[in-house]
C-alpha cells in the first residue's frame, strides 16, 4: 500500500486543542446560566463542526440527551450559541493549543520523504488557517482548509477529494490522518487510506470500527508507512 501524500486532521491529530475549544464554550454556557463541563466530555463533543459542538454542550448542560441532534430546549437559538462560542474562541487566540509531543519531528520526517501535505478540519476556516500558521507554519503544507460556505463537512469527501486534486495525488495513496470516526468516514468515503491516532479525542474501539486501515500510538510510527 503505497502512499505518496498526507491529509491531516487538525484538532486533535496536529494540535491539541481540547482546552481553548472547552474555555470558550464553558464561557458561552455559564452566558445562559449553564454549568460547565470538563475536558473529557469536550472530547466526546467535538469533531463534526461548531453547531454540533454547541448543540451537545448545550443538551449535556441541561441534562438531556446529546446525542440527539435536536435543538428543542436550547437556551438560545443554535445560531445565536455558535456565534458566541466563536466569538469566545476568536478571543483565546489559540494560546492553549500546542502541538502533541513528536508532531514536529513526525512532520520533519515527512518533509524529508518528499511526500505532499495537506490540513482538512472542521473547524472554521479562518480558525484553521490561523491555528495552522500559528503553530505549524514552518512545515510547506500545499493547502490548509476548514469548514467553508458551500462545501459540506466531513465526513462528506468532497473537501478531501478537492485537496486531492490539489496535492496532484490519486485518492487511493492519500493517507487521511485523523483522531475521530469523521475522519476514518472520510477516508472511507473519499478511497483515502484511512489512519487513525490514538493520542487525540477517540478511542481505539471508535476508531477501528470506524475503518482505520491503521492506527498509530506516537506521531513518530507514520512514517515507516511511507516507506
Do not use: C
Amino acid at each position: 500500500m503505497r502512499i505518496d501524500a498526507l491529509i491531516f486532521d487538525l484538532d486533535g491529530t496536529l494540535a491539541d486543542s481540547i482546552a481553548d475549544i472547552g474555555e470558550a464554550m464553558n464561557a458561552v454556557l455559564a452566558e445562559v446560566k449553564l454549568p460547565p463541563h470538563s475536558l473529557e466530555a469536550y472530547k466526546q463533543f467535538v469533531g463534526e463542526g461548531a453547531e454540533n459542538l454547541a448543540r451537545r454542550a448545550a443538551r449535556a448542560a441541561l441534562g438531556l440527551d446529546w446525542k440527539l441532534a435536536s435543538d428543542e430546549g436550547l437556551p438560545r437559538p443554535l445560531p445565536e450559541l455558535v456565534e458566541s462560542y466563536r466569538v469566545q474562541y476568536g478571543k483565546l487566540e489559540h494560546a492553549n493549543s500546542t502541538p502533541y509531543a513528536g508532531i514536529d519531528a513526525m512532520l520533519d520526517g515527512v518533509v524529508a520523504s518528499g511526500r505532499k501535505m495537506a490540513v482538512l478540519s472542521n473547524k472554521r476556516d479562518d480558525f484553521t488557517r490561523h491555528l495552522v500558521k500559528h503553530q505549524f507554519g514552518r512545515w510547506p503544507f500545499v493547502d490548509v482548509r476548514g469548514e467553508r460556505d458551500g462545501v459540506p463537512r466531513k465526513p462528506d469527501p468532497t473537501a478531501a477529494l478537492e485537496l486531492a486534486l490539489e496535492l496532484n495525488v490519486l485518492p487511493a495513496r492519500i493517507g487521511f490522518v485523523g483522531d475521530t470516526p469523521i475522519d476514518m468516514g472520510t477516508a472511507r468515503r473519499a478511497g483515502m487510506i484511512g489512519i487513525g491516532v490514538l493520542w487525540g479525542f477517540r478511542t481505539r474501539a471508535e476508531l477501528t470500527e470506524s475503518g482505520a486501515q491503521f492506527l498509530l500510538e506516537r506521531p513518530l510510527e507514520l512514517l515507516p508507512l511511507l516507506r
